[in-house]
């Protein structure tokens, strides 16, 4: 019985990820993005939450998954490599939470990370570049967006390339 409202949910952000352009797995982007909108949406870093008769989980945005330079590596299970991806959404929506209050930081967190699905990015840096662009408010993303302070702190602790001002 997998039908977990988290798992489901994940499943769901792959059927949206689809329609805006299709699968991507180059560095796991696929899975993190159906991770994403599953903690998203139900507000709980965890995937899978008691999935297996032990209580364990699937997978957790609590990770300390890091990009590596160059990219990841071709093969691989996407799994393991959405985790970088689906850690940094969880670390922005904090980040964003600590600043702004629950309310708005989740809002604005889903706002600039759900809303660049559309931008279809295919790897882990250009979808961070895509939230960036989602964020910016002037065209000009050399000086800065207005929550780039908490975006820079989510790259630095996943080592994510981002738009430095």
Known sequence: MTAF???????WGHGIDDAFGGISQVDGLSEGWGDILSIYRLGDPII?????????????????????????P?????????????GWAWTLRANLIASLGAQAGAQIAEQIVVGSLPADATNQPDA???????????????????????????????????PEI
Not at 5 to 11: A, I, K, P, Q
Not at 49 to 69: D, I, K, M
Not at 79 to 86: F, Q
Not at 131 to 139: N, S
Request: aromatic fraction near 12%.
């Open 5 to 11: 409202l988290s798992v489901v949910y994940h499943e």
């Open 48 to 72: 899978g939450r008691n999935f297996t008769t032990s209580g364990g989980f699937v997978r957790t945005a609590l990770n300390n998954t890091q990009y590596p330079p160059g990219g990841f």
């Open 74 to 86: 071709s093969g691989g299970a996407p799994h393991p490599k959405g985790e970088c991806w689906m």
């Open 128 to 162: 961070v570049r895509e939230v960036f662009i989602l964020d910016d408010d002037d065209g000009n993303l050399n000086n800065g967006v207005p929550h780039y302070t908490e975006l820079e702190a989510a790259c630095r602790s996943r080592s994510l390339p981002f």
